[in-house]
């Protein structure tokens, strides 16, 4: 397949991902923020979520830098009303370069904290660095971190800690640049083994 043709489809198997921001800060007070379809949950306790890294090569990552650097940083949800702000935030600018200017999105922070939110970000994560898992086979880097802050409205947890992520309009990203919409279709009860189908369909 031609190559561009080739990337598209391979990147658009994958279904449709979170749209994720992540704002770091280096040790001169530069913020940085870039745009994440590879954000995953790894585990509630403690509260684990990871991203991939592209392989580094000659293309610095500031945000990898920032991260190492400071051992913090921040997940922020994206909406359907900034995806248009989020994705500018890919262009690869120089270090000098501040994408929350670039973008026009708004930093904000808490104390004693030292990483940048999202201001216009619904569901905000601060996370400490964990660790940082080496792929070989295609040089990629797994970064690990553990959830330290989440700040978002209280009316948006439901009951048991449930989030409408439809209600919120999260935007989902299929592919490196094709952005959607989340609608919730319905919610099941854990499935026991001894619970029937029609046992789901009841609930």
């Known amino acids: 397949m031609q190559k561009v043709e080739r990337l598209n489809l391979i990147n658009s198997l994958s279904g449709i991902k979170p749209a994720n921001l992540i704002g770091t800060i280096d040790q001169e007070g530069k913020e940085n923020l870039a745009i994440f379809s590879s954000v995953v949950h790894l585990g509630s306790n403690p509260a ?3 991203f ?13 830098e920032n991260i190492i650097s400071t051992g913090v940083y921040t997940i922020n949800f994206v909406t359907t009303d900034f995806i248009q702000n989020a994705h500018y935030t890919s262009a690869k600018f120089d270090a000098s370069i501040n994408e929350f200017v670039k973008s026009k999105l708004t930093p904000s ?5 030292d990483a940048p939110f999202v201001e216009e970000s619904p569901i905000k994560m601060g996370l400490k660095f964990v660790e940082e ?7 990629t880097t797994l970064m690990v971190g553990q959830v330290e802050h989440i700040i978002m409205p209280n009316e948006t947890m439901k009951d048991n800690g449930h989030i409408d992520l439809g209600e919120l309009d999260v935007a ?3 592919g490196l640049n094709t952005y959607y919409s ?6 099941f009860p854990y499935v026991r083994k001894n619970n029937s189908l029609e046992d789901l369909k009841n609930t």
């Open 182 to 187: 989340l609608t919730k279709k319905d919610r």
């Open 52 to 64: 991939i890294l592209r392989p580094q090569g000659d293309v610095r990552r500031h945000t990898h």
């Open 48 to 50: 684990l979520f990871g």
């Open 133 to 139: 898992i080496p792929i070989k086979s295609n040089g």
């Open 172 to 174: 989902g990203i299929s």
């Open 109 to 113: 922070y808490i104390d004693d904290y």
